[in-house]
């Protein structure tokens, strides 16, 4: 790949990045919201098709991240013997679970058949932060 379009794919890679992890770490977020206003009695309609909307648009962004990153890793060569690589692969499989999870609790939300505390959703927001830090780690260090 030239330098110019190495360049441009890695910036496209990392700005698609950043605005999936934005809906990994807003929808959730959302729930919080929509269980601790269901609680107060407050109309969170408009919450359901906010988070509706996040989730397509942490899927879109999930889509052109991991293609722009699979495309620089072939192009670079890192698919054979860079442990980092795996690692770091792994967490973005673990980033769509999660992603995909969440999205099945706001469904749960709807039909109100959501259990958990807002003090745990608040916690299982914070499960993105910690993968973040470990990518970001791997892929500037690459310590494998």
């Not at 679970?97 to 745990?120: C, D, I, P, Q």
């Not at 299982?124 to 932060?129: G, Q, S, T, Y």
């Amino acid at each position: 790949m030239s330098g110019h379009l190495y360049l441009w794919t890695k910036t496209i890679h990392l700005v698609m990045v950043m605005a999936w992890m934005v809906s990994l770490f807003y929808l959730p977020r959302i729930l919080v919201h929509l269980v601790e206003g269901k609680a107060a009695g407050q109309g969170v309609e408009r919450l359901y098709i906010m988070a509706r909307k996040l989730f397509m648009f942490g899927n879109v962004m999930s889509v052109l991240a991991i293609l722009s990153g699979v495309w620089i890793g072939i192009s670079m060569g890192y698919f054979s013997g860079q442990g980092w690589l795996h690692a770091k692969t792994f967490l973005v499989v673990l980033f769509i679970g999660y992603n995909h999870w969440t999205f099945r609790m706001v469904k749960k939300a709807e039909r109100e058949a959501l259990s958990w505390s807002s003090t745990a959703l608040r916690w299982f927001n914070e499960i993105p932060l910690v993968g973040l830090i470990i990518v970001v780690y791997l892929v500037i260090g690459k310590p494998m």
